[in-house]
């Protein structure tokens, strides 16, 4: 069990570095920028600030105030969820290990969001012509490619 643990950890440190590179670029940004403020990084994408009382897609961002709340419950019990999944990992399932680390990476970034302001920083929109995406963060990144890694991991034919 306790080298299981051991394994968990170096995990761990790509949960922390997905936490730090999502806070401190919306610490840097939340400076230059403002709800009016755009700065043009490249064709098709655009740093714009935007606050998301909501889940994903700003589900739920009008349902006056009661999600909040329920959102930084769901993000803790991910947490929990994630953490015992990491532990129990066989040490050489590194898609899985990866994909959970950036997923509770993530969460651990819109979480502090949701627990400071009331709300998620979003500030990434990716826009063709006039359609845009929904604004997302590095939290959210990393949240869909971790998905994105365990999906891939069930499609192995490798038995674990």
């Known amino acids: 069990m306790f080298m299981r643990r051991r394994q968990a950890m170096r995990w761990q440190y790509i949960e922390l570095l997905v936490m730090l590179c999502d806070q401190l670029t919306k610490c840097m940004l939340h400076d230059l920028l403002n709800i009016q403020n755009k700065i043009h990084v490249l064709p098709h994408?655009?740093?714009?600030?935007?606050h998301n009382h909501g889940a994903a897609f700003g589900i739920l961002a009008q349902a006056g105030g009661w999600q909040r709340w329920f959102f930084v419950a769901v993000a803790l019990v991910v947490i929990a969820i994630a953490t015992i999944w990491m532990q129990r990992l066989k040490?050489?399932?590194?898609?899985?290990?990866?994909?959970?680390?950036?997923?509770t990476g993530g969460a651990l970034g819109n979480l502090i969001d949701r627990i400071r302001f009331g709300y998620v920083i979003d500030f990434i929109d990716f826009y063709i012509g006039s359609w845009h995406w929904f604004t997302f963060n590095i939290a959210d990144i990393a949240i869909?490619?971790?998905?994105?890694?365990?999906?891939?991991k069930s499609f192995s034919t490798k038995p674990n």
């Not at 994408?45 to 935007?50: G, H, P």
């Not at 869909?144 to 891939?152: D, Q």
């Open 91 to 103: 040490p050489d399932d590194n898609l899985t290990g990866v994909g959970i680390a950036l997923i």
């Open 144 to 152: 869909c490619v971790g998905a994105l890694f365990i999906i891939l």
């Open 45 to 50: 994408l655009n740093f714009t600030m935007a």
